[in-house]
């Protein structure tokens, strides 16, 4: 069966040409004019993601992210914005968003996107089965090594349950969206080793946006605001010029 799209997008020209392009790739298609309709549509027939633009009447796209991540709905969320500053990208992942692109967009850039997101709601990352809590596992003790099993990783300090899609720093959980919860478990299953950009946009976004994207210091910026704690030392340290690590020291 195709994959589900729900587009909200009020802009008739952009709503129309980007429906007929999902619907040309093979996406079954709900496109929108507003935040109300998408709520209504996405309470009635729960899509497989939703594409917001941000900037709506009414009710925008980062309100609609707000109630629907609110109401526990984890379905994922790419949005659509004009609004190029770093603080404003920011307010769409804040909101509970997955992922954004940016206005004027290529096509070919929003597919990929959602390749990348839609492949992430498979169990398959998870160790395949179903899920479950995260009880009876001890929190990850700092400086040991990364432990690594089908179920969980563990790593400085962090605790990440897969088939639950749940992740500790410590005692206190953290609240991560889908796309925040695979990068933390990429560089925690590779504590210690430095992981390039192009390594990381390939096996997270399963597309290399090239040397002019911020979309990667973007999420890495706002994973760490939620994995940093007063007095505790910095779990993902920037190698410049090369790219990322998670390491406790």
């Keep these: 069966m195709p994959q589900t799209v729900l587009l909200a997008e009020d802009d008739r020209a952009i709503r129309h040409a980007l429906e007929r392009a999902l619907t040309l790739e093979g996406y079954e298609v709900t496109a929108v004019a507003d935040g109300v309709e ?9 899509p497989d993601v939703l594409v917001l633009d941000v900037m709506m009447p ?13 109401e526990g709905d984890r379905t994922p ?12 990208r920011i307010a769409g992942l804040d909101a509970g968003a997955d992922d954004y692109v940016v206005k004027p967009f290529d096509v070919e850039e929003v597919f990929a996107r959602l390749r990348a997101l839609l492949r992430r709601t498979s169990p398959v990352t998870a160790g395949g089965g179903g899920g479950g809590g995260g009880g009876g596992v001890a929190p990850a003790e700092p400086g040991r090594e990364p432990q690594i099993s089908d179920r969980q990783v563990e790593a400085a300090g962090l605790r990440m349950d897969l088939q639950a899609r749940r992740a500790w720093r410590g005692r206190r959980e953290l609240e991560l969206t889908r796309t925040e919860f695979e990068l933390l478990e990429l ?8 992981l ?5 946009y390939d096996r997270i976004w399963g597309y290399d946006f090239g040397p002019g994207s911020k979309n990667l210091a973007v999420y890495v910026g706002y994973l760490r605001r939620k994995l940093d704690e007063p007095g505790a030392p910095q779990l993902i340290h920037t190698v410049r010029g090369v790219g990322y690590v998670l390491r406790e020291d």
């Design 187 to 194: 560089l925690a299953r590779n504590a210690g080793i430095v």
């Design 77 to 88: 969320i790419l949005m659509l914005t004009a609004l190029v500053e770093t603080a404003d």
């Design 196 to 200: 390039d950009h192009s390594t990381i």
């Design 58 to 70: 009414g009710i925008d796209g980062l309100q609609v992210c707000r109630v629907l991540r609110a």
């Design 38 to 46: 998408a709520l209504a549509h996405a309470h009635r027939d729960r």
